[in-house]
C-alpha cells in the first residue's frame, strides 16, 4: 500500500536561513506529489505540485525517483511561512484520491 | 467566487446518535471529496463523489456514507457515533477530480460525547 512519510513533526528555523521539510513515499507505480500548507485559522491550501515544476513562494520541490522523495525547500525562511506542511500523494490508479503524511509544523522564528 | 462550505462549523454529539455533514462545492465543480482530520491518524480519506456517483471510498466503516446531489452539493452521515469519531470533516472540490485542483472548505468539528 502507499505511504507518505514526513518524519519531522516539528521543525524551528530562523528567519532568513534556509528550510527544507522531508518527505518520503513508498508506492511503487508512478505517483503525483503535491505539497500543501495550512496557516493558522486557515484552510488547507495547495502549495505546488511536482508536475509543474514552480516555485511558489519561493519554495521548491524536486521528485527524486530513486530516494523516492519530494522535499520541500526555501533558501531564506520569512516569518510567514510559520505554518502546517502536508505533502501528499494521488496514485496513477486511484482516482483523484490524496495520501497524506502526518504533516510537519514549521515555525520561523524572528 | 465562493469557495468551498461546510455545515455546520462545530457539533456536539453523543455516543450512540447519528450525524450529518454538508458541503457546497465551488460554483462548477463537479467532484467533491471528503477527509477525515484527527491528531492521531491524520488526513484520511472517506470517499469522492463525482455527478452523483461515488468514484472512491476510504478504509472506514459503513457507519460512514455519503452522497452528491445534482446540484454537486454533499452530503456526509455517520451513524451510531463512536468517542473515536470525534475529528475535523474536510470537504474538498474540483472542476473534473484531477487532484491538482482541489480546494478544501474549513471543515466541520466534530465533538463525540
Known amino acids: 500500500a502507499q505511504r507518505v512519510t514526513q518524519p519531522e513533526k516539528l521543525l524551528s528555523v530562523f528567519k532568513g536561513a534556509p528550510v527544507e521539510l522531508k518527505c518520503n513515499y513508498s508506492y511503487s507505480g508512478s505517483p503525483e506529489l503535491f505539497w500543501y500548507v495550512q496557516y493558522s485559522r486557515q484552510r488547507l491550501q495547495l502549495l505546488l505540485r511536482h508536475i509543474s515544476r514552480e516555485s511558489i513562494k519561493g519554495f521548491t520541490a524536486d521528485l527524486n525517483k530513486g530516494e523516492t522523495s519530494f522535499h520541500l525547500k526555501k533558501p531564506f525562511a520569512q516569518e510567514e511561512d510559520s505554518a502546517m506542511y502536508y505533502c501528499a500523494l494521488k496514485q496513477e490508479t486511484s482516482g483523484s484520491r490524496l495520501t497524506f503524511g502526518e504533516g510537519t509544523q514549521l515555525t520561523v522564528n524572528p | 467566487k465562493a469557495g468551498v462550505t461546510q455545515t455546520p462549523r462545530y457539533l456536539i454529539k453523543t455516543r450512540g446518535q447519528q450525524v450529518t455533514l454538508s458541503c457546497s462545492p465551488i460554483?462548477?465543480?463537479?467532484?467533491v471529496s471528503w477527509y477525515q482530520q484527527t491528531p492521531g491518524q491524520g488526513l484520511q480519506f472517506l470517499f469522492e463523489y463525482f455527478s452523483e456517483t461515488q468514484r472512491n471510498k476510504g478504509n472506514f466503516p459503513g457507519r460512514f456514507s455519503g452522497r452528491q446531489f445534482s446540484n454537486s452539493r454533499s452530503e456526509m452521515n455517520v451513524s451510531t457515533l463512536e468517542l473515536g469519531d470525534s475529528a475535523l470533516y474536510l470537504c474538498?472540490?474540483?472542476?473534473?477530480?484531477?487532484?491538482?485542483?482541489?480546494?478544501f472548505g474549513p471543515g466541520t468539528r466534530l465533538t463525540v460525547l
Open positions: 474538498a472540490s474540483s472542476l473534473g477530480g484531477t487532484a491538482s485542483g482541489w480546494f
Open positions: 460554483s462548477g465543480h463537479r467532484s
